[in-house]
């Protein structure tokens, strides 16, 4: 690939499947390149998501949700990437009613929270499987959609758009962020998240989920670079004051590691999860117990301001409307 530099092989999340792992020598931002995606991949995994190691966690937050008086509050003490929503509807409070669309919002739980948080928000997901479990648990808040089909949703124009971990499982960024921020008004904000290739050695390869689930690893300079070629602004979130809570400047959204094979021929779970080692991990002591880990899997030391999840503010640049 014309620019970029091979860093070798990784298996694929379904068995038998292995990807090239290509880098750009300026960000170090790390692409898979293999087989696409397989129709209704989504649909698979959620279909058994329960037993699968990294999505199974979400059920757990779907419980949470559903039984906390004050879920968002909840959420924002188990991942870096919820407290980063709540510091954004924090910062945004004055608008009232705030609306929010979550893009990719799987099995609900974060746009019921928002909702319970006195947002006017709405969930869609390429999904069917997700979103008939979110409609279940969650009430009618929530349509199928593609992420890159905004005139198609059936939900109001929204204030703020959230895409956590979605840039990192489509073919093209930029074609995602300039088709996101399209949807938004003058005033709205795209806030995306993906795990954070920059606090990993240069000499790491893919300590991400496996291909074709993600299809890229990106760092701080990649997702900057992402949003430039969109036309967009972009603001880091700065992690300092979660940090300082989680007693680590060394926090994950997950476990960072290169996994075996997740799904078989048959797409059903290989080696069905942990289920304690799941609960830990969806629990608030989750951030220290990750920090370990993260020390443990090789990344080096972060700054205080930085996490294992990149979070980023994203806004159409003036003039560019």
Known sequence: MPGLTLRGDVRGYLQGSNYKVWECPSCQSQSAVGLPPFANLYDAIY?????????????RFAHLVKTSRQPLARLSRC???????????????????LRVVEVASGLGYLT??????????????ISGVAVKRATDTFGPWYSVADA???????VVEPDVIVALELIEHVADPVALIEKLTAKLPAHGQLVLSTPNRTVFPSAAVWQSDLPPVHLHWISEAGLAAAAF????????IDFSRYNRWARSTENESRPSRVMSSLLAADLQPINPCNRVREWLLSSTVAPLLLALNHRMSGAIPASRQQSGSLVALIARSSGTR
């Open 79 to 97: 991942e870096d990437v919820y407290w980063a929503v709540s510091e954004v509807i924090r910062r945004q409070a004055a608008r009232t009613p």
């Open 229 to 236: 070629r969109a036309n967009c602004s972009i603001e880091f």
């Open 112 to 125: 019921a929270a928002l909702r319970i948080a006195g947002m006017e928000a709405y969930g869609v997901d």
């Open 47 to 59: 279909a058994c998501g329960q037993r699968l190691e990294g999505y199974s966690r979400y059920y």
């Open 148 to 154: 890159f089909s905004p005139d198609e949703w059936q």
